[in-house]
Structure formats: C-alpha cells, structure tokens
C-alpha cells in the first residue's frame, strides 16, 4: 500500500503547517527593518531591541503568574472530573461533562464577554484575578481529555487489590492511582499553562490595566518599527512551546506505557 | 468496596439500588468541584448575556426594562446582517477547506504510515498549534501582504512585475489564516474515526473484485464520516467567533461577529444590543449544528443499509 502522491501530499501539507514558523526566526535573525525577501544580512540586534523595553518584562511577569496559578487550579478540577467521568456511573453525567467540556468549541469572545458582564454587574475589579478565572474555564477541557486517557488506560485491578490489602480509598489514590496518572497531570499542567500564556481575548477583556505578554504582542502590532523585535520574542516563545510540548509528549506516552495501555496519539 | 460487593452478592434488588447509590454519590462528589465551578463561571454568564440581550440600554450598562428592540435592531439592521452573513460564509469555507485537506492527511497517517510512527506525525501536526496564535496569525499577514513574503519572493525572482494585490487583506487570506490554524482541530477527528475501521472489510472489499477507489468510496468515506462531522463542527463553531485573525488581516475592515460583539461591549458600552448580537450568534450557530447533525443521521442510516 505505497503511494507516492499520498506521501508528498503529507509533506506538502507539513511545510503548509510549518511555513510561518519556519519564516519566524529568519526575519527575526534579518538585519532589515521591513520584513520582507531577499533577506539582508544577519543581526542578533533585534534580540537586544526587544530586551530593552522594560513593559515586555512587566507583561511577561503578569503572563507567568496568571499561567502557572491557571494551569494548577485547572489541573486539579480536571482531575476531580475525569476521575468522575471515567471512574463512576451517576445521574447527570452526560449534561454535567458536556458543560465542563463546552469551553473547548465555545467562541473565546463569549467565555470573555459573558463573564465580563457578570463581573461588572457584581462588581469585581478587573485584575489578574479576573482572567485567571477566565483562563482555568478554558483549561478545564484540555485538562480533563488528557486526564481521562491516563485514567482510562488505568487497570482497575490495582486499585482492587489495593482496597483488599486493606488500603483506605484516599490511601489508594495517594499510593497507586497519583503515581501512575503523575504523568497526565504533568502534562495537563504543560498544556495548560501554554494555552494560558497565548491565550488574547480573555485576557484582554478581563485584565483592566494589568497588560499580560498576548496583550503586549498585539499592541506592538500597531507599531511597524516594532515588528522585527516581536519577531524575536516570537522565536524565543515559539522554541519555550516546542520544548514544553515536547517534554509533555514524553511524558505522555511514558504515562501510557507504565500503564501499560496503547498510544492512541496526540493531546486532543 | 468489600462491604458494597458482599451486599451486592446477598441482597436481591435492594443491594444493588444501595451500590447504584454509593456508586452515584461518589461519582457526584467527585465531579462537584469542576460542576460547580462550570456552573458559576460559565453557565451563569451565560445566562446573564441571555437576560441582558432582553434589556434597555442605560446610562451604566442597562436598565431592567424588557424590550426586543435589541434583536429587532441586529435581525433587521443592514450592516449587522452583512457582517453576520460574512461570518458564516468564511466559517463554510473555512470548514469546507479545512476538513477537505485535512481528510488525506488523515487517511495518509492512519493506512500508509508505520504504527510505531504515527504519534510522531500526530505531534508534528499539532506542534504549530501550540505556538502563539497571535503570531502566527501576524505571520500569515506578513506572508501574504502588499509587500509581504510572497510578494517580494516572486518580485525577487522576476515572476510578476507587480505585486500582487488578490492575495492582500481580503475574505481570502482570512479563509487560509482560519484553514491554518484549525488544521490539526480536522486532522485528528478524522485520524480517529479511520483508526477504527476494520481492516478487514477493505480487504473483503477488494477480494470481491471492487477496485481500490471502489473501495474507498463504499466502505471507508461511509465509516469514516462520524470523524468528518465531528471535524466540522469542531472547525465551524470557534472559526465562526474568531476575533483575532479578523482584526488583523483585515486590519478593522472585513469585521467579523466578534469583532462587532466587542465594539458594541467595550466601545460603545452598549452590553444589552452585545449580548443580543452574541445570542444571535450562538443561535444561528446552534440551529445549523442541529440541522447538520439530523442531516447526518439520515444520511448514516441510509449508508448502514
């Protein structure tokens, strides 16, 4: 079953995937104000640019904050309902999973807006809090789908065991289930923080005057002087999320192969 | 457990309502935190856009008075139906591009590569996903701009004279900036579904004397397509409340349903007409997911014949 045409399609669609990553770093490397072909020569000026402004650094911080407290607190619920979802049988699951799932195809702009309404009319001052209730609501999904594969390929027998062996429920998942699912989790909170990191509207509506890194990047959008310096910044975030993936992915199918389960695939 | 399993085994019908009931109240207890959490966060909100969509705009936000001027404003509304109408349109050409390219990707990883090496291609699919989406959005403006990549590449290399201007920032490039960045969303819906089927019926396909495309057309697109609907849906419903991609390839002129959902919240502070566009979309959106899906059904049926 080899076929030629299917396998340069495959490459062809790649390079289709790859081209505005591939082109990040060349013009971020390209001494020339303009992006734009031919490339000019090589500077690692732009680097030094970006580096120099001190809001880049502000923003990064706030962005780091709201990502690691998301991803956490996403990480947890997201546990809590793929142990429910793959662990029991009870009245409501399906309505209950499919709310907690809805994030994931729902419009950012209404997970934004809607709860920018709620907020106002409560009257909660927008803050970094604020979108970090915004960021954990999207999170949950990615979370939960990663989990509920670790669980899934989870023997029941151990558990089993475990409770004949006299362990206590809570025992049982500190001990046996915590150690074999660890892998998920780490991979949950990898997958989460990167959503939160990029993550644009949400952060937009509900941040107030706090600027986190997305909010900063599309600002620079407006200035075209700024450009190649958020060229730079995107190559060196590109390279943290591919090293992130990476490391999720690794833990990942080691999560799967110590359960002794079968690669089915990706995160999604 | 012990204690549920030894009145599983002596009770009749009444041991086995208890462990349904153990059972069910764990698995409550359990879910509670992220239900409720999903209740507060996201089901209330979204309730509230509802009842704002029905209010009077006022001098802080709105007033409790009941009024349908707001939907009557964005159904009847010229440049609210043009912007809507321009929002489904993209998001059909979107999905329409994106699972049509996507469906041989797909069918290439599950039937032609090694088992050992499809999570590698897997991977490489999502990885650009998983990369700044503002920048990669900004890249495909750059890519496809007056003076962007390709234009100046084919400048450069004396193939036109000019640049360019039908690859600039219209419906187009929107259209592959979205087909972009929803790829692996199709890719792996469809993987999935091909992953499932029986390799033997396609064998039996062929040893029936079917050719090869024969084959692919009677048994393999049938079984495959609950991937494909699950890769439309999953690729029309956030394309069609994309903001960004919008915003900055069309640089503010080819406004989509976001675009317009954001200028009424926080520009014009007018949260009722909003929440009303919003709700007009999340409706239009939901009836053609419906019809969509009954559609399918029918057409599941009349294939498992």
């Given at each position: 079953?080899?076929?030629?045409?299917?396998?340069?399609?495959?490459?062809?669609?790649?390079?289709?995937?790859?081209?505005?990553?591939?082109?990040?770093p060349?013009?971020?490397?390209?001494?020339?104000?303009?992006?734009?072909?031919?490339?000019?020569?090589?500077?690692?000026?732009?680097?030094?640019?970006?580096?120099?402004?001190?809001?880049?650094?502000?923003?990064?911080?706030n962005?780091?904050?709201?990502?690691?407290?998301?991803?956490?607190?996403?990480?947890?619920?997201?546990?809590?309902?793929?142990?429910?979802?793959?662990?029991?049988?009870?009245?409501g699951?399906?309505?209950?999973?499919?709310?907690?799932?809805?994030?994931?195809?729902?419009?950012?702009?209404?997970?934004?807006?809607?709860?920018?309404?709620?907020?106002?009319?409560?009257?909660?001052?927008?803050?970094?809090?604020?979108?970090?209730?915004?960021?954990v609501?999207m999170?949950?999904?990615?979370?939960?789908?990663?989990?509920?594969?670790?669980?899934?390929?989870?023997?029941?027998?151990?558990?089993?065991?475990?409770?004949?062996l006299?362990?206590?429920?809570?025992?049982?998942?500190?001990?046996?289930?915590?150690?074999?699912?660890?892998?998920?989790?780490?991979?949950?909170?990898?997958?989460?923080f990167?959503?939160?990191?990029?993550?644009?509207?949400?952060?937009?509506?509900?941040?107030?005057?706090?600027?986190?890194?997305?909010?900063?990047?599309?600002?620079?959008?407006r200035?075209?002087?700024?450009?190649?310096?958020?060229?730079?910044?995107?190559?060196?975030?590109?390279?943290?999320?591919?090293?992130?993936?990476?490391?999720?992915?690794?833990?990942?199918?080691?999560?799967i192969?110590?359960?002794?389960?079968?690669?089915?695939?990706?995160?999604? | 457990?012990?204690?549920?399993?030894?009145?599983?085994?002596?009770?009749?019908?009444?041991?086995?309502?208890?462990?349904?009931?153990?059972?069910?109240?764990s698995?409550?207890?359990?879910?509670?935190?992220?239900?409720?959490?999903?209740?507060?966060?996201?089901?209330?909100?979204?309730?509230?856009?509802?009842v704002?969509?029905?209010?009077?705009?006022?001098?802080?936000?709105?007033?409790?008075?009941?009024?349908?001027q707001?939907?009557?404003?964005?159904?009847?509304?010229?440049?609210?139906?043009?912007?809507?109408?321009?929002?489904?349109?993209?998001?059909?050409?979107?999905?329409?591009?994106?699972v049509?390219?996507?469906y041989?990707?797909?069918?290439?990883?599950?039937?032609?590569?090694?088992?050992?090496?499809?999570?590698?291609?897997?991977?490489?699919?999502?990885?650009?996903?998983?990369?700044?989406?503002?920048?990669?959005?900004?890249?495909?403006?750059?890519?496809?701009?007056?003076?962007?990549v390709?234009?100046?590449?084919?400048?450069?290399?004396?193939?036109?004279?000019?640049?360019?201007?039908?690859?600039?920032?219209?419906?187009?490039?929107?259209?592959?900036?979205?087909?972009?960045?929803?790829?692996?969303?199709?890719?792996?819906?469809?993987?999935?579904?091909?992953?499932?089927?029986?390799?033997s019926?396609?064998?039996?396909g062929?040893?029936?004397?079917?050719?090869r495309?024969?084959?692919?057309?009677?048994?393999?697109?049938?079984?495959?397509?609950?991937?494909?609907?699950?890769?439309?849906?999953?690729?029309?419903?956030?394309?069609?409340?994309?903001?960004?991609?919008?915003?900055?390839?069309?640089?503010?002129?080819?406004?989509?349903?976001?675009n317009?959902?954001?200028?009424?919240?926080?520009?014009?502070?007018?949260?009722?007409?909003?929440?009303?566009?919003?709700?007009?979309?999340?409706?239009?959106?939901?009836?053609?997911?419906?019809?969509?899906?009954?559609?399918?059904?029918?057409?599941?049926?009349?294939?498992?014949?």
């Amino acid at each position: 079953m080899k076929s030629p045409f299917l396998k340069s399609y495959a490459v062809v669609y790649l390079l289709f995937l790859f081209a505005p990553i591939v082109l990040l770093p060349l013009f971020a490397f390209n001494d020339s104000k303009i992006i734009a072909f031919p490339l000019t020569g090589f500077t690692t000026n732009w680097f030094q640019v970006m580096a120099d402004d001190p809001n880049l650094f502000k923003a990064l911080k706030n962005s780091l904050f709201i990502a690691i407290t998301s991803a956490a607190l996403a990480t947890c619920l997201g546990l809590f309902a793929a142990r429910a979802s793959t662990r029991f049988v009870f009245p409501g699951k399906g309505p209950m999973m499919g709310l907690i799932m809805l994030p994931m195809v729902l419009p950012d702009i209404i997970i934004g807006m809607s709860l920018l309404i709620v907020v106002l009319a409560i009257g909660v001052p927008l803050s970094m809090m604020t979108i970090i209730l915004g960021h954990v609501l999207m999170c949950v999904p990615f979370s939960v789908a990663i989990l509920s594969s670790a669980f899934q390929s989870l023997d029941r027998s151990l558990e089993e065991a475990a409770y004949d062996l006299g362990e206590t429920p809570a025992s049982t998942f500190r001990l046996i289930i915590l150690p074999l699912v660890m892998p998920g989790i780490i991979s949950s909170f990898l997958i989460s923080f990167t959503i939160s990191l990029d993550e644009y509207i949400v952060a937009s509506f509900l941040g107030g005057s706090e600027t986190v890194l997305s909010v900063y990047i599309y600002g620079q959008f407006r200035f075209p002087a700024r450009v190649p310096a958020i060229m730079a910044l995107g190559t060196i975030l590109v390279a943290v999320s591919v090293v992130l993936l990476t490391i999720a992915e690794y833990f990942r199918r080691r999560g799967i192969a110590k359960s002794g389960g079968k690669d089915t695939g990706g995160f999604l | 457990m012990a204690e549920t399993a030894a009145a599983n085994a002596s009770g009749g019908t009444m041991g086995k309502t208890r462990f349904r009931d153990t059972e069910a109240a764990s698995g409550l207890a359990m879910i509670s935190p992220t239900a409720i959490y999903a209740i507060l966060v996201l089901a209330a909100p979204l309730i509230a856009v509802i009842v704002y969509s029905f209010m009077t705009k006022g001098p802080n936000g709105v007033e409790p008075i009941f009024t349908l001027q707001n939907y009557i404003t964005v159904w009847t509304g010229k440049i609210y139906r043009a912007i809507m109408m321009r929002s489904l349109s993209v998001s059909f050409m979107v999905t329409l591009a994106t699972v049509v390219l996507a469906y041989p990707l797909a069918y290439f990883i599950s039937f032609h590569v090694q088992p050992s090496k499809k999570s590698l291609w897997l991977f490489l699919v999502t990885i650009p996903f998983w990369t700044s989406y503002l920048i990669r959005v900004f890249l495909w403006k750059v890519i496809l701009g007056y003076n962007g990549v390709i234009n100046s590449g084919l400048l450069n290399l004396g193939i036109i004279s000019e640049p360019l201007t039908i690859i600039n920032y219209n419906v187009g490039a929107l259209v592959v900036t979205l087909a972009h960045a929803y790829a692996p969303f199709a890719v792996l819906p469809i993987f999935v579904a091909l992953e499932k089927i029986d390799r033997s019926f396609l064998e039996a396909g062929q040893d029936l004397g079917e050719s090869r495309w024969a084959t692919f057309l009677r048994v393999t697109l049938p079984l495959s397509m609950p991937g494909v609907i699950a890769a439309v849906l999953i690729v029309f419903i956030p394309t069609i409340g994309d903001y960004v991609t919008p915003d900055l390839i069309g640089g503010g002129k080819i406004p989509m349903i976001a675009n317009m959902v954001e200028v009424q919240m926080l520009k014009q502070n007018n949260r009722a007409l909003g929440s009303a566009i919003a709700v007009s979309a999340m409706l239009i959106v939901l009836v053609i997911t419906v019809v969509f899906l009954m559609l399918n059904r029918r057409f599941l049926k009349g294939g498992a014949r």
